[in-house]
C-alpha cells in the first residue's frame, strides 16, 4: 500500500512521520509529496491514501481572514505549500481516496471546506504549547483527549479517552459542514 506523506519541511519531522507510518507493516510504502519538485518522489496518482503532516501555519488569505498579524504567527508562511496541499486535497477528494490530516493538515482540510481558523489559542494554548528545552529545540507536550462515544474514532482505538502530544497555537474554529467532530482536548478544543 502506498501512502502519501506531505513534505514537513523539517527532515527530523518528516522521519517521525514515516516512522509512525510504518508501524502498519512492511507493505507500507511511503510517496514523499513535496511543493518542491525535486523533493517529490511520487505523484497523489501512486497513493491508496494521503496523510497532510504539520507545519507551519496556513496563509491567511486561504482561510478569508484579514487579520494578518497575531500572536505567535510564523515569520514567514509557504504559500507554495499551502497551495499545493490545497490542489492536493482537492484532488484526492475527486478521486475518493482516504485523508488524514494532522495538525496544520486538520486545519487545511477545515478550511478548504469552508471552516475557520482560530489564528491564536491564546491565554488556552497552555497544554498545547511546545516544551522548549535548554538548548532551544522544541519538543511536543502530551495531554489527555476525549473521543466522542460512538465514532468512528472511538470505535478503531476501542475508548474514548486517550492521550495525544502536540504542539499547536492554533485550532479550528468554526467547523466545515462536511465534517464532524470525532476528540477534543481536556479545554475542548477540536483535534480530529
Not at 8 to 22: A, F, M, P
Not at 40 to 45: A, F, V, Y
Request: proline share 3%; net charge negative; with cysteine.
Amino acid at each position: 500500500m502506498n501512502i502519501g506523506l506531505t513534505y514537513t519541511g523539517s527532515e527530523e519531522k518528516q522521519q517521525n512521520y514515516v516512522r509512525w507510518l510504518k508501524t502498519g507493516g512492511e507493505s507500507i510504502h511511503i510517496v514523499t509529496l513535496s511543493a518542491e519538485s525535486n523533493e517529490n518522489k511520487g505523484s497523489l496518482e501512486d497513493c491508496d491514501g494521503l496523510v497532510f503532516s504539520g507545519g507551519l501555519d496556513l496563509h491567511p488569505g486561504y482561510y478569508d481572514s484579514d487579520n494578518k498579524v497575531y500572536p505567535n504567527m510564523p515569520q514567514h508562511f509557504n504559500e507554495k505549500r499551502d497551495a499545493f496541499e490545497i490542489s492536493l486535497f482537492r484532488s484526492a477528494l475527486k478521486r475518493k481516496i482516504p485523508v488524514l490530516g494532522i495538525c496544520r493538515g486538520l486545519q487545511l482540510i477545515n478550511c478548504v471546506l469552508g471552516g475557520t481558523l482560530q489564528q491564536d489559542l491564546g491565554g488556552k494554548n497552555s497544554i498545547h504549547k511546545a516544551i522548549v528545552n535548554e538548548q532551544k529545540r522544541q519538543f511536543d507536550k502530551a495531554h489527555g483527549l476525549h473521543l466522542v462515544p460512538g465514532g468512528l474514532l472511538a470505535t478503531i482505538a476501542g475508548t474514548e479517552r486517550a492521550v495525544v502530544n502536540s504542539a499547536h497555537h492554533q485550532c479550528p474554529g468554526k467547523i466545515a459542514g462536511q465534517l464532524i467532530i470525532n476528540c477534543l482536548s481536556d479545554d475542548d478544543i477540536a483535534e480530529g
